[in-house]
């Protein structure tokens, strides 16, 4: 089994015998992979220079620092955030009554104008049987916007929006309040 | 990275009204959020503005890490979108610095050292303009991996890719970088190599 994998990775190029170098610097080779490796490293001239070189980079990368600003970096940072105060989190202010709130305003409202809608169509055509198609064009959508119990459905619709909004808002005053 | 309290207590206790205590977490992760804005911002004097933006905007919104991830992962999404803001805003040329200035920084910072400090700084600068001289993407995934720390799967988390990607991704970079530094410091990596 070692043999195999050693012949393959002794016949790989020099991009796939870079790629398993890297991994076994890295150490992610498997145990076999390790071990067929470090063999082909110490019989195989071109492996041992290449395994030579990725590890002098591998440990100039590790070697080199991190740059650094100024001595006065943590300074100005602690001044600046003494403007500020810590924010909620946002989990704690988007409240899930509200999400529902909003969502079921939504599902009444579709819902509401789809029964409507639907209780306004006249299925029947004028012989008596039901109408497999509807025409869209013999639509009169000026009946589904032009009369008063729309209207008045949209208005309660749309009172009943202000009125989760200004309860929310409120919700959100009197958190702020509490915590100043 | 980091020794003393764990970066979770500290930051229980800034949370719990103890604002000096946040001092230890700037000391801890400038120098890897002010490398990181490097890359993007290669101005060192605005890479400073934005570090410490970003150490403010953390601050304020420190109530929202539920310590999921690590301290340094939260932090990356914060220099994430406040440099590419910054960016965005100042249009900035973010094209690499041409290697005569390269050369002209890794000159002037070798003053006042014994021998085997040059020669150490000497390695650290030229790693640093190469990996300055990368595209964003290849010194990101290398600052993240030496530099940071983080894991290919700390890292794949962060950028929102699969373990696989990134480690061609790494291996790439790596690949580039190498042969960065052999032709920009073809003497020097020659005398590393032997």
């Known amino acids: ?180 | 990275m980091s020794t003393g309290p764990s970066d979770i207590e500290i930051i229980s206790r800034v949370l719990k009204g103890e604002q000096q205590a946040y001092a230890e977490l700037v000391k801890r992760y400038q120098n890897y959020v002010f490398t990181l804005t490097l890359r993007f911002i290669k101005s060192r004097e605005d890479a400073e503005e934005v570090s410490q933006d970003i150490f403010v905007k953390a601050y304020r919104s420190l109530a929202d890490f539920r310590g999921e991830s690590k301290f340094s992962t939260w932090l990356y999404t914060i220099v994430n979108t406040t440099c590419i803001t910054f960016l965005r805003k100042k249009r900035l040329n973010v094209q690499s610095l041409d290697n005569e200035k390269v050369f002209e920084t890794v000159e002037s910072q070798d003053s006042g050292l014994n021998a085997n400090q040059v020669e150490r700084k000497s390695r650290a600068n030229m790693v640093n303009s190469s990996i300055s001289m990368l595209s964003y993407d290849d010194s990101e995934i290398l600052t993240l991996f030496y530099k940071a720390e983080q894991s290919l799967e700390e890292i794949s988390q962060i950028l929102g890719l699969e373990q696989n990607t990134v480690k061609v991704r790494l291996h790439r970079a790596r690949q580039r970088l190498k042969t960065m530094m052999e032709n920009s410091f073809n003497e020097e990596v020659r005398d590393i190599y032997n």
Request: no cysteine; aromatic share 12%; charged share 25%.
């Open chain 1, 1 to 180: 089994m070692n043999s195999d994998i050693s012949t393959h990775m002794s016949n790989a190029g020099g991009g796939d015998m870079e790629i398993r170098l890297w991994e076994y610097i890295d150490g992610l080779s498997t145990a076999s992979e390790k071990t067929v490796i470090e063999s082909l490293i110490q019989t195989h001239l071109e492996w041992k220079h290449k395994y030579r070189e990725l590890l002098e980079v591998h440990e100039l990368m590790y070697a080199s620092e991190l740059e650094a600003p100024s001595m006065r970096f943590t300074k100005n940072v602690m001044e600046e955030i003494t403007k500020y105060q810590i924010a909620p989190a946002a989990k704690t202010y988007i409240d899930k009554r509200v999400i529902w709130g909003i969502a079921i305003f939504f599902f009444t409202m579709i819902a509401g104008l789809l029964i409507y809608g639907f209780g306004q169509i006249n299925w029947t055509s004028s012989d008596g049987s039901i109408d497999k198609y509807v025409s869209l064009d013999k639509i009169d959508y000026s009946k589904f916007f032009n009369n008063t119990y729309m209207n008045v459905f949209m208005m309660m619709n749309v009172i009943l929006g202000l009125v989760l909004l200004d309860r929310w808002l409120a919700s959100r005053r009197k958190k702020f309040s509490k915590e100043a």
